[in-house]
């Protein structure tokens, strides 16, 4: 089955480690999307990509690198330059236009 | 800058009862997004729609472009529709979703 695959579920990391968020996705979607998500706000855009090779910053860049080698993989770094780490991190993928597929997210705590 | 309003910000209601979220925004768009969110947090798509109504079994969508507004309707409610629904709304001329804050929905046996 056709779908997004966000890899681990549950991530831990200790000041000033940079750790790296897995999204594969397998639907042969050109553009991929990273969100974060807090309690009580809305999902904000972190970076996405329309093309391979190719990423744009969103709302809350800082902090985070992205990159886009291959069309089915989009996986998100947290840079120890993030301060405020601690959140749920979703990853969607769509065709132009289209809805976006959502992954199933990974929480990520600062031990 | 482009507001997504959701309303109410959490609802308990009874199996069975009819169930109504509200979605307002602030700017001109092509589309709006009803999004599901599960308690795991997994979200599923449940409809994209530009204008009047879209059912899918229980679920209805209205929107009204020229008040800025859509609602989500669930008929005979039920425990397993429990779970936090989130409108989101790409403005004119951008792909980048701009999401509300979500209503999170629970159903008492």
């Known amino acids: 089955d056709g779908g997004i695959t966000q890899s681990p579920k549950y991530l831990f990391r200790k000041e000033g480690q940079n750790v790296t968020l897995s999204c594969e996705q397998n639907?042969?979607?050109?553009?991929m999307y990273w969100y974060r998500q807090d309690p009580g706000q809305g999902l904000r855009l972190i970076y996405y990509?329309?093309?391979?090779?190719?990423?744009q910053k969103g709302d809350i860049a800082e902090g985070y690198s992205v990159s886009r080698e291959k069309k089915e993989s989009f996986p998100l770094t947290v840079t120890s330059a993030q301060k405020n780490p601690t959140a749920f991190y979703l990853c969607?993928?769509?065709?132009?236009?289209?809805?976006?597929?959502f992954g199933d997210g990974t929480r990520l705590s600062i031990l | 800058k482009n507001e997504v309003e959701q309303s109410p910000q959490n609802l308990t209601a009874q199996e069975g009862e009819f169930i109504t979220i509200n979605c307002s925004y602030s700017?001109?768009?092509?589309?709006l997004h009803w999004l599901q969110q599960h308690p795991g947090g997994g979200i599923v798509s449940l409809f994209m729609?530009?204008?009047g109504k879209k059912k899918h079994g229980r679920l209805i969508a209205t929107i009204n472009i020229q008040e800025k507004h859509s609602s989500l309707h669930i008929t005979a409610s039920h425990p397993r529709d429990s779970a936090v629904y989130i409108c989101?709304?790409?403005?004119?001329?951008?792909?980048?979703?701009?999401f509300g804050t979500g209503t999170r929905l629970t159903i008492i046996p």
């Open positions: 639907l042969n979607h050109d553009a």
């Open positions: 729609l530009s204008s």
């Open positions: 700017v001109g768009i092509s589309a």
């Open positions: 990509s329309q093309i391979v090779n190719d990423f």
């Open positions: 969607a993928s769509s065709y132009s236009n289209q809805p976006q597929h």
């Open positions: 989101a709304v790409p403005p004119f001329g951008n792909e980048k979703l701009t």
